[in-house]
């Protein structure tokens, strides 16, 4: 039997880069499938979601925030009470380089070796559609 700690390699914490991030707790060796335990399925909704007129700023900024941008498709936990510790990885900042890149699957993979401690980020270029609605919600976003 395996315990809870078992092939967890990161926490979330506060970040410099934006709101909450996601940082090592121990060292991450290059290649590492950073989320190797976390196998739910994307959930896929089409995109004009975000358009739907019953839906509150704070649920459009669920989809806005966290969904993977592919075409017309978003895809997300299959709710986002299941929200899970990749989902929090920031990008870089600007002029710095990643320490993660995603896979065809959407596995998140460490670049380089990352050091315990170190903030994990990704280019969502490298999963996700770039994202053309920049509007944020009127109510506020807890953080």
């Given at each position: 039997m395996s315990l809870?700690?078992?092939g967890v390699h990161v926490r979330l914490g506060r970040s410099e880069i934006h709101g909450i991030g996601v940082f090592a707790c121990?060292?991450?060796?290059a290649g590492t499938n950073v989320f190797a335990t976390d196998q739910r399925e994307i959930h896929?909704?089409?995109a004009s979601i975000l358009e739907d007129q019953s839906l509150n700023n704070f649920q459009r900024a669920f989809y806005r925030d966290f969904a993977i941008r592919r075409g017309?498709?978003?895809g997300c936990p299959s709710n986002f009470n299941l929200l899970s510790v990749g989902w929090y990885?920031?990008?870089p900042p600007p002029g710095t380089e990643p320490n993660l890149t995603a896979t065809k699957t959407f596995d998140l993979v460490a670049i380089r070796d990352?050091?315990?401690g170190e903030e994990l980020t990704?280019?969502?270029s490298s999963f996700s559609d770039p994202v053309?609605?920049?509007?944020?919600p009127t109510e506020p976003r807890p953080v």
């Open positions: 809870p700690h078992e121990e060292m991450i060796t896929w909704v089409p017309n498709k978003l990885v920031n990008e990352i050091q315990l990704v280019r969502y053309n609605d920049q509007s944020s």
